[in-house]
């Protein structure tokens, strides 16, 4: 089995991209970006991730030092970050769902009593 150098860079430079918009995904999720979740697993699983997403997909086989391929990293990490931006978000108006949900069954009186606690 010979595989050349030139082939293995070309998947390395497609692998890349999905990589990083996981990556990105991962930092800004609201269940991975906490730090009881060790780094090494968080990495561990995005390369998981990206190895089960790569196939699914035509990634680009870019060259990450160009400046095309710069501006492509910049935008796979912001489509990453807003991803999990958005998930956030999500999490946060369930949050607050709950807690609008909970005062109005009478859910809060300890926090009224002494919102420090509650």
């Known amino acids: 089995?010979?595989?050349?150098?030139?082939?293995?860079?070309?998947?390395?430079?497609?692998?890349?991209?999905p990589m990083l918009r996981i990556s990105a995904l991962l930092v800004a999720a609201p269940i991975f970006s906490l730090r009881a979740l060790n780094l090494r697993i968080?990495?561990?699983?995005a390369m998981a991730i990206t190895w089960l997403v790569f196939p699914m997909h035509e990634w680009p086989s870019i060259d990450p030092l160009s400046a095309q391929g710069l501006l492509e990293i910049l935008n796979q990490i912001m489509i990453g970050l807003l991803m999990g931006l958005m998930l956030q978000v999500v999490t946060a108006a369930i949050v607050v769902a709950?807690?609008?949900?909970?005062n109005a069954i009478g859910l809060s009186m300890a926090t009224m009593i002494d919102p420090n606690m509650g």
């Open 1 to 17: 089995m010979d595989i050349a150098v030139t082939e293995l860079m070309a998947r390395f430079y497609a692998l890349i991209w």
């Open 42 to 45: 968080r990495i561990v699983l």
């Open 98 to 102: 709950g807690q609008s949900i909970a």
